[in-house]
């Protein structure tokens, strides 16, 4: 590498690294969130024996898991100025993140409140709980531990898909990378730079991931 290569990448590690800090971390932090609490709320509702409620979360499901993602951020926000509705591209990118989230996120929790035995239910239900006390201190800590694998999965995934916020003009770290390519003809290198640092994220998180699942393994075999 020559001298002008080298310090194109040494310039570039502070811009990358505060974008990714400062931008693209909260976006997936926010996102996933809101995410979560958006599948958990839809995997309620279409377990529930409530007709209505359960076909709008189904039709949701439907729509989010069959369109593109980058798609559905175009119509949240080229599309939606044309009906008088302007977000800014943080919050257009939340809103979008966040109905993939809890779209894909729903069907994990789903299958993790199934995989308990209804002799869970039935011992709760003995003594007295409702179906709601059921739910939350007996059925729901119990499909925490099962879905925490692929949720973890699911939020290394929201780390790499926040590029995609770069296409709606949020100043992201894969958006920072494009600047930074456009002023020093440098491509090739500031990108595989803007890799570099996804791998470092995403690497960390599995570290998290691997400790979250021993913990909750040993509560749950104690």
């Known amino acids: 590498m020559d001298e002008r290569k080298l310090q194109i990448v040494i310039d570039s590690l502070l811009p990358l690294l505060k974008a990714g800090v400062a931008f693209t971390l909260p976006l997936t932090l926010v996102s996933f969130v ?16 409530w007709t209505f409620p359960k076909l709008i979360a189904r039709f949701y499901v439907w729509i989010i898991r069959g369109t593109p993602l980058l798609v559905q951020l175009f119509i949240i926000f080229y599309g939606l100025p044309t009906l008088g509705i302007v977000l800014d591209p943080f919050l257009a990118a939340t809103i979008g993140f966040t109905l993939s989230v809890g779209a894909y996120s729903s069907e994990i929790v789903r299958a993790a409140i199934l995989s308990i035995p209804k002799g869970q239910w039935e011992a709760a ?3 007295g ?7 939350r ?11 925490v694998p692929p949720l973890s999965n699911s939020f290394i995934s929201l780390v790499k898909d926040t590029s995609l916020a770069a296409t709606i003009t949020y100043v992201e770290m894969f958006k920072t990378a494009q600047q930074i390519s456009a002023t020093t003809y440098e491509p090739l290198l500031v990108y595989c730079e803007a890799g570099v640092f996804y791998l470092m ?16 393994g040993r509560y749950s075999a104690g």
């Open 34 to 49: 809101l995410g979560l609490l958006l599948a958990v709320w839809t995997a309620l509702v279409r377990l529930a024996p």
């Open 125 to 127: 239900f003995s003594v």
């Open 129 to 135: 709980m409702t179906r709601s006390q059921a739910l």
């Open 137 to 147: 201190r007996i059925i729901l800590p119990q499909a925490a531990r099962v879905s």
């Open 201 to 216: 994220f995403c690497s960390v998180l599995s570290v998290l991931q691997i400790y979250l699942e021993k913990r909750l």
